[in-house]
T-cell receptor, first 113, second 113 residues
Framework: DAGVIQSPRHEVTEMGQEVTLRCKPI?????LFWYRQTMMRGLELLIY????????DSGMPEDRFSAKMPNASFSTLKIQPSEPRDSAVYFC???????????FGPGTRLLVL | AQSVTQLGSHVSVSEGALVLLRCNYS??????LFWYVQYPNQGLQLLLK????ATLVKGINDFEAEFKKSETSFHLTKPSAHMSDAAEYFC???????????WGAGTKLIIKP
């Protein structure tokens, strides 16, 4: 299996621009998680989906952030407009069951100038 | 509420020495426990997991962890450290009823030659 796939791996953008991060979970996994990792705040859960439905988005920092999962094999995390404080590594993870192990993608390193 | 405490943000051991990374959790229900490793500029990789089967769990790269309910601990050990073990290690817990992983702050393992 190819594992969780994320794109792009690196993104540099200017403040105010829209950023879209993409994730393809492991085939057959019903749960998908979006995380953000920074030095200051560590690993934070932003949102998670079960069977393509958002279950808990309480970790989404602001209305500037939105996530979708149009089908079982694709999810996006969008930031519009982006701000320098959004600079972080964003990880996508998937799991076979909610309480099971989560498998992480390589992450997208976002830098907002 | 569940929580995870990792003792020591940094642990330094000599190559060939025993590795011990500490993790204590709190949970009002039987927990599922995980250890993940993150190498520099990479995603998190599952090392091992405890899901109420054997209390001594063996993982990849000769790591193992023991679930001790009386001590609410799930410490990670490896008999002999290698230079390639230098990374950050995260402990995480979930109860199964809430499908969010609660993460420890991480411990950076430093291997001295």
């Amino acid at each position: 299996d190819a594992g969780v796939i994320q794109s792009p791996r690196h993104e540099v953008t200017e403040m105010g621009q829209e950023v879209t991060l993409r994730c393809k979970p492991i085939s057959g996994h019903d749960y998908l998680f979006w995380y953000r990792q920074t030095m200051m705040r560590g690993l934070e859960l932003l949102i998670y989906f079960n069977n393509n439905v958002p279950i808990d988005d309480s970790g989404m920092p602001e209305d500037r952030f939105s996530a979708k999962m149009p089908n079982a094999s694709f999810s996006t995390l969008k930031i519009q407009p982006s701000e320098p404080r959004d600079s972080a590594v964003y990880f996508c993870a998937s799991s076979l069951s909610g309480a099971g192990a989560q498998y992480f993608g390589p992450g997208t390193r976002l830098l907002v100038l | 509420a569940q929580s995870v405490t990792q003792l020591g943000s940094h642990v330094s051991v000599s190559e060939g020495a025993l590795v011990l990374l500490r993790c204590n959790y709190s949970s009002s229900v039987p927990p599922y426990l995980f250890w993940y490793v993150q190498y520099p500029n990479q995603g998190l990789q599952l090392l091992l997991k405890y899901t109420s089967a054997a209390t001594l769990v063996k993982g990849i790269n000769d790591f193992e962890a023991e679930f001790k309910k009386s001590e609410t601990s799930f410490h990670l050990t490896k008999p002999s450290a290698h230079m390639s073990d230098a990374a950050e290690y995260f402990c995480a817990v979930t109860s199964g009823s809430n499908y969010q992983l609660i993460w420890g702050a991480g411990t950076k393992l430093i291997i001295k030659p």
